[in-house]
């Protein structure tokens, strides 16, 4: 069974920074790009990056290119996403998903069979 669990959100003020971890088992991690995901109340859940599996290639989204950086430690079955120079706007529940490989098409939900529980992002201005 595959499983995913994230970690690392809580209550930053703007312009701080956090580090999500994304921790996978049950699953041949080296195969599986992950992805990071967020949703805020009444939106729907978006596409923040994607970090691809042997290469490593990363994809983000135009709203936070420059600001979060994502990267994977295979070792410890560990995906992280840096997040630096946070925004009230970027508050919301931030999820990491599996799939084989990024593409272009990363930020679609529907392509993504495994999802961890989700943590808390609170950024306050």
């Known amino acids: 069974e595959v499983q995913l669990v994230e970690s690392g959100g809580g209550l930053v003020q703007a312009g701080g920074s956090l580090r999500l971890s994304c921790v996978a088992s049950?699953?041949?991690?080296?195969?599986?790009?992950i992805s990071w995901f967020r949703q805020a109340p009444g939106k729907e859940r978006e596409g923040v990056s994607c970090?691809?599996?042997?290469?490593?290639?990363?994809y983000y989204a135009d709203s936070v290119k420059g600001r979060f950086t994502a990267s994977r430690d295979n070792a410890k079955n560990t995906v992280y996403l840096q997040m630096n120079g946070l925004k009230p706007e970027d508050t919301a529940v931030y999820y990491c998903?599996?799939?084989?490989?990024?593409?272009?098409?990363?930020?679609?939900?529907?392509?993504?069979?495994?999802w961890g529980q989700g943590t808390q992002v609170t950024v306050s201005s």
């Open positions: 998903a599996a799939r084989r490989y990024c593409s272009d098409y990363y930020h679609h939900a529907f392509l993504y069979s495994f």
């Open positions: 970090i691809d599996n042997s290469s490593g290639s990363t």
């Open positions: 049950g699953v041949a991690f080296d195969d599986y790009a």
